[in-house]
Nanobody
Framework: QVQLVESGGGLVQTGGSLRLSCAASGRTFSSYAMGWFRQAPGKEREFVAAISGSYVNIYSTNYAESVKGRFTISRDNAKNTVYLQMNLLKPEDTNIYYC?????????????????WGQGTQVTVSS
């Protein structure tokens, strides 16, 4: 069982930056692939980024086209935490952002592939 708690959301102006954090419980965190998704009211939850698990600090990452070059996913296994650094934010990035974990250690982009979810953190980008 993995429990996830997101933090770091807030209000930022267009072009600004935020860093989201996701703290995970559980001794198997290092082996889990972690993902970030986002969802706006009335819309489907969409993939943002994913990072593989690793015991040797070598990771693979995957990003949605809409955030490539602006967002960076990273993790610190010693702290059981995954991050999403968001730069050059746009109003269309306004969403609730969710952290997710999958034990298959694959860079899945579909929400159905992730068994564990956090409660979400709101990001609002003003124009």
């Amino acid at each position: 069982q993995v429990q996830l708690v997101e933090s770091g959301g807030g209000l930022v102006q267009t072009g600004g930056s935020l860093r989201l954090s996701c703290a995970a419980s559980g001794r198997t965190f290092s082996s889990y692939a972690m993902g970030w998704f986002r969802q706006a009211p009335g819309k489907e939850r969409e993939f943002v980024a994913a990072i593989s698990g690793s015991y040797v600090n070598i990771y693979s990452t995957n990003y949605a086209e809409s955030v490539k070059g602006r967002f960076t996913i990273s993790r610190d296994n010693a702290k059981n935490t995954v991050y999403l650094q968001m730069n050059l934010l746009k109003p269309e990035d306004t969403n609730i952002y969710y952290c997710a974990a999958n034990s298959a250690n694959a860079l899945h982009t579909t929400k159905e592939s992730y068994a564990y979810w956090g409660q979400g953190t709101q990001v609002t980008v003003s124009s």
